[in-house]
């Protein structure tokens, strides 16, 4: 049996880029989200440094290797809206299925329901992306609808499903 791994979780700084961009190279990664191959440091800087005080990019760290990356933000700043919130995350191809995930979003969930008053939680997920629907239908996310032809990946239009989860009365 596998050692449990200590993930130390941490949100990013500016200088984490080049690790964030590692992250999202792999095939396998960026594959599974709407991100695009060969991402820039650049972009990366770009993204960690606008982020308001509400937004969020989170670190999965194991030793001192970025692991996985985690993103909340409001979806939209418009005042109707302010109760919900969208997530995305990628975990390294070497760490998939190992609790990465689980432990991301689990932080993330905390952070938007007992911090920011965000009671509806979106996302996009592939339809194909069968590890990712079972983690988060497992954190009591259920899917919303199917956008077809949504996005183009590895040179053909995909689907995706969009997914949201309410937050539980307390």
Same mark, same amino acid.
């Given at each position: 049996? $596998?050692? &449990?791994l ?5 949100a ?10 590692? %992250?999202?190279?792999? $095939?396998s ?6 991100q %695009?191959?060969y991402p820039?440091?650049?972009?990366w ?19 001192? &290797? ?5 993103y %909340? ?14 997530i995305?995350? #990628?975990?390294?191809?070497e ?11 689990a ?6 329901e ?8 979106? %996302?996009e997920?592939?339809p ?16 919303e609808?199917?956008? &077809? ?5 590895d ?8 997914? #949201? ?6």
């Amino acid at each position: 049996m $596998p050692r &449990r791994l200590k993930i130390v979780l941490r949100a990013a700084e500016v200088d984490d880029a080049a690790d964030v961009a590692a %992250l999202y190279r792999h $095939p396998s990664v960026f594959g599974g989200t709407l991100q %695009l191959p060969y991402p820039r440091e650049s972009l990366w800087r770009e993204r960690l440094a606008r982020g308001d005080a509400d937004t969020l990019n989170l670190l999965a760290v194991v030793g001192d &290797r970025v692991v996985g990356h985690a993103y %909340l933000g409001h979806s939209t700043p418009h005042a109707r809206r302010r109760h919900a919130g969208e997530i995305g995350m #990628a975990v390294d191809a070497e760490f998939q299925r190992r609790g990465i995930g689980s432990a991301l979003l689990a932080a993330m969930i905390e952070r938007a329901e007992r911090w920011m008053q965000i009671t509806r939680l979106e %996302l996009e997920v592939y339809p194909d992306n069968v590890a990712a629907l079972a983690l988060y239908r497992k954190f009591g996310f259920v899917e919303e609808g199917r956008l &077809r032809q949504y996005a183009y990946r590895d040179g053909q239009l995909c689907d995706v499903l969009v997914m #949201a989860r309410l937050a539980m009365p307390t």
